[in-house]
């Protein structure tokens, strides 16, 4: 009707415009309904460019594997477990020729994504320590080049040897083609054992008869030529060898023309059964890119460690369909869309014990497609019981954006949409739509879900950061155990196999040996999101998930089963419970994480600087002062702490950064005001620095140094004076010297009363952190003998203005026998009786003592803070030469 009514209107205009009676008004009517008709003719062009016509025949799996059908190993995977594993730490030593190198940069990348503890040495430098008392640090030894190990210091080579012999650990190395041009072959100096270099390679195979394979299942053939023309590739002539894997040379830029290849048997991954020196190694003639090799590398860690650097053959899997009824018109599922999800499912079940796809639902957006995408939702609620569900939030909606009421209103329709037909709603597992509220945590959203649908699971892309995606670890909040979760490549976007991004080619790859299938190996645990325009259309997710397992079927012994998420959280913290703590991060250094977070959050509420203690120097003055500055502004008081806030050393870190931040004003201008906070506990924490790192990588530190035999006897004082019972029971004295056989009570005095003032091995651990730019140390002795020398340092540390001259706003009292602060001309503001409290001098029995006990560590500390070019405190200065 209305477009035959623009029709006739259209006539009419045209009619009266060319009776030449046009008048300037028609002219522009006219020219408006042009260009009406031009847009509506593009948007449709445009609308069925971007949405192809749906296949008949959507893409089938395509892997091919020889084994097909034989759903269990040709030979029982390998436990490696032997007694020589009893005296061994479960870690990797590494040597690179540097941190940076391609190499290097594979092997550290598949370490940390098995979660294997490793440490990196350059190689000709120092070793560092072999063994701890009678126990060998390392379990695997790996170079990361061949010449490494063969040009290493006489010396140095010799100990590592001689360590691999006594405690049986076997070395992996790597052998890269010699550079230059017209090497093709070497023998290795000392080992019966010719390198042929630059190879082209084909028809790679693994030997099924070595004692490696664990994760690896041998029996199938990578047909055709490997990607790389640079492998080596071993001769020998001795026993001890025995080849891991079998190739045939292919056709190679290296070669003249007219050369015939050889078609004898190479062999590019070599076991040196330790026949010759008491050393088992595992030579790979190439670095870690060729996928099959990591598995490899992985099987050999666990043979050469003697299985204490085992991945467990257990991964359980469960796949997300985040959005189930939210998709755009003309691409969400059709009921034959949801008969093949079905029929795949099934299939998978065979595969992968218990599975289910497990949907996410957001109800607001039932029935909101064509026909027939309304008949493909009644579908999906007609087979509900066949699926694991999980609830979102009513409209899809981003929960960083709302406050709590609202997203428990929309928390609480969705529930009610569930009860309305029936969807099975008991597995207490949500995620975030659009990655929103997880993290940066958002506490609205974690409260919310708890008091609607009780949730105890949920899972992230986020946690610390989407990429590396090998990275992603889980933590617990608020009682709700986040998972990391694993990408699979298919987005909302990524619809029909012809447009994926980099064409079919780039997913087949990630599923045979690329990203997904690494995904698989690495992590015992994997939650995959997909959605729902996956499983229509092209049905990618569904062609994903049968090649990449049949894939991980067909080259390896794992064994991939699915359980509800509840089991699967608690199984996940089991396996790593040191992920159970979270570790927050500034959200404002990573792009992605400031776009999912509350626009009501600013950064800027956090502190510019810390003054992190030790206990008992003089923090509270030096606090005190600080604020005194116009723009220097201090937390607000902690209702348990007093001034101190006290947020990353003890259980206040779990209520996560929004209460941190409510501690701190927003500034009324961000570039001038400082915000800081002082907790003098922060210095000794052994957590600290690496949890202020994480939140304040930038901020600047202030700590002070006295001496610490004045600072313990100090802290024993103030004890006395909280009427601690075993400060009051034990003298000084009966303290400093309590023995190991004492009452846990008076050894736990003297730890807290001692640790502290071991300087140097606190001072180092914030080194670890910090750069020392960012670490200011003052000393105790000089803040309280000319506390505004001390000020004019700090404010050109921190490069804060105004300059304040605190020789006004300070002045000596001599009743308190301290500096306070200066109110009128004969009116005084000291600090309260709690500091610079009267108690008798120190017994010289404990003076000795202190003496003698800190004098090595202030030694090293004097070493520490010369290296680090700080000034060395008078007090040091005297102490060390003997005048103290
Ligand atoms: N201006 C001024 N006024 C008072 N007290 C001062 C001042 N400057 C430094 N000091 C020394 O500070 C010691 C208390 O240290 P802290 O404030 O760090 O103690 S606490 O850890 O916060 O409890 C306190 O220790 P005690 O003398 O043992 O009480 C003082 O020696």
């Keep these: 009707m209305a477009f035959r009514r623009f029709v006739e209107r ?49 893409p089938q799996p395509v892997i091919k594997c020889r084994l097909d059908g034989l759903n269990k190993p ?29 190499h290097a940069k594979q092997i550290m990348a598949v370490l940390e994504a098995a979660r294997f503890e490793y440490k990196i040495e350059n190689t000709g430098k120092s070793l560092p320590a072999l063994t701890h008392f009678d126990k060998g640090r390392w379990s695997v030894i790996v170079f990361e080049n061949l010449e490494a190990y063969i040009n290493m210091d006489n010396w140095n080579r010799g100990m590592i040897d001689k360590y691999c012999q006594e405690y049986k650990v076997g070395m992996i190395i790597f052998v890269h083609s010699a550079e230059e041009y017209g090497i093709d072959r070497e023998k290795v100096p000392g080992f019966p054992l010719i390198l042929r270099y630059n190879m082209a390679l084909r ?69 040196d059964r330790g026949g010759l020196d008491r050393i088992w190694r595992v030579y790979f003639g190439n670095g870690l890119s060729f996928w099959l090799h990591r598995l490899v590398f992985l099987d050999s860690l666990s043979f050469l460690s003697h299985g204490k650097l085992s991945l467990s053959l257990d991964r359980y899997i469960q796949v997300d369909v985040d959005d189930i009824f939210v998709g755009a018109v003309g691409t969400r599922m059709t009921p034959a869309d949801v ?13 992968v014990e218990g599975f ?15 026909a027939l995408e309304n008949e493909g939702d009644d579908k999906i609620l007609e087979y509900k019981n066949k699926f694991w569900w999980f609830g979102h939030m009513w409209r899809h909606e981003q929960a960083h954006k709302f406050t709590l009421e609202r997203l428990e209103q929309s928390m609480l329709r969705n529930y009610q949409f569930a009860k309305e037909h029936g969807i099975p709603i008991h597995h207490q597992y949500a995620v975030a739509p659009h990655h929103s509220g997880v993290y940066p945590v958002h506490e609205e959203l974690y409260a919310s879900w708890k008091n609607v649908w009780d949730i105890r699971v949920s899972s992230t892309e986020e946690y610390p950061k989407l990429h590396p995606a090998w990275r992603r670890r889980g933590f617990i909040h608020r009682g709700v155990m986040v998972l990391p979760r694993q990408t699979c490549g298919l987005f909302t976007h990524t619809l029909y196999i012809d447009s994926y991004p980099g064409g079919r080619e780039t997913l087949d790859n990630s599923i045979q040996g690329g990203d997904l299938f690494l995904t698989f190996l690495y992590n015992p645990i994997n939650i995959y999101m997909t959605h729902l325009g996956n499983f229509g259309n092209d049905r990618l997710a569904l062609y994903t998930f049968e090649s990449v397992i049949k894939f991980v079927q067909c080259w390896t012994n794992l064994k991939l089963k699915q359980i509800p998420p509840l089991e699967m959280g608690i199984k996940y913290f089991e396996m790593f419970p040191e992920e159970k703590d979270p570790l927050w991060q500034n959200p404002c250094s990573y792009k992605r994480h400031i776009e999912i ?54 259980h206040n870190y779990y209520k996560g950064i929004d209460w941190y931040m409510k501690f701190f004003p927003v500034p009324e201008n961000v570039t001038s005001e400082f915000l800081f906070e002082k907790s003098a506990t922060y210095f000794d924490n052994e957590l600290v620095p690496m949890r202020a790192h994480g939140l304040l990588p930038k901020a600047k530190l202030i700590c002070i140094l006295v001496n610490p035999a004045k600072r313990a006897y100090s802290w024993y004082q103030h004890m006395r004076a909280h009427q601690d019972p075993t400060a009051l029971n034990y003298t000084f004295y009966e303290i400093l010297t309590a023995s190991e056989t004492a009452p846990r009570k008076l050894k736990d005095i003297r730890n807290r009363c001692l640790n502290p003032g071991v300087y140097v091995q606190h001072l180092s651990h914030w080194l670890e952190y910090y750069p020392s730019r960012q670490l200011f140390i003052v000393d105790g002795e000089r ?13 050109r540390f921190l490069h804060i203005e105004p300059y304040v001259d605190y020789q006004k706003l300070l002045r000596y009292d001599p009743k308190k026998g301290f500096y306070c602060q200066v109110l009128s001309n004969d009116r005084n503001k000291c600090l309260g009786r ?27 500390l004097s070493k520490l803070l010369e290296r680090y070019k700080y000034r060395i405190p008078d007090w040091l200065q005297k102490d060390l030469s003997g005048q103290d």
């Design 10 to 58: 259209f006539k009419t205009y045209y009619l009266r415009a060319t009776s030449r009676h046009v008048s300037l008004s028609h002219i522009f009517i006219l020219a408006i309904c042009l260009s009406l008709v031009t847009f509506v003719i593009l948007s449709y062009r445009l609308m069925s460019l971007s949405h192809p016509t749906r296949k008949a025949n959507p």
């Design 74 to 102: 040709l030979f029982t995977p390998k436990d490696h477990h032997t007694r020589a594993s009893v005296k061994l730490g479960k870690r990797v030593l590494v040597f690179v020729e540097s941190h940076y190198t391609k």
């Design 203 to 271: 028809d790679y195979r693994l030997n099924a008869f070595t004692e490696l394979w664990r994760i690896t299942r041998p029996g199938e053939t990578i047909p055709g030529p490997l990607e790389d023309d640079n492998w080596t590739v071993f001769e020998y002539n001795h026993s001890s060898y025995e080849p891991i894997s079998y190739a045939r040379a292919a056709p190679n830029q290296f070669l003249d023309p007219g050369y015939t290849i050889d078609n004898s048997t190479l062999v590019a991954a070599l076991l």
């Design 339 to 351: 008969e093949a999800m079905v029929k795949t499912q099934e299939k998978l079940q065979r595969q």
């Design 356 to 370: 289910h796809f497990n949907l996410g639902f957001s109800g607001y957006f039932f029935k909101r497609g064509t």
């Design 597 to 650: 977070w509350s626009t009501n959050k600013t950064c800027e509420r956090l502190p510019k600087f810390l003054v992190i203690g030790p206990q008992k120097t003089g923090t509270t003055a030096l606090y005190t002062f600080l604020a005194m500055h116009p723009t220097i502004i201090s937390n607000y008081d902690s209702s348990e702490t007093f001034e101190e806030v006290q947020f990353f050393n003890g």
């Design 783 to 795: 803040l309280k003998s000319n506390p505004s020398s001390v000020m004019h340092n700090i404010q």
């Design 834 to 860: 709690s500091k610079g409290r009267k108690y008798p001098a120190m017994e010289q029995k404990s003076q000795d003592f202190l003496k003698q006990y800190y004098h090595k560590n202030n030694i090293a």
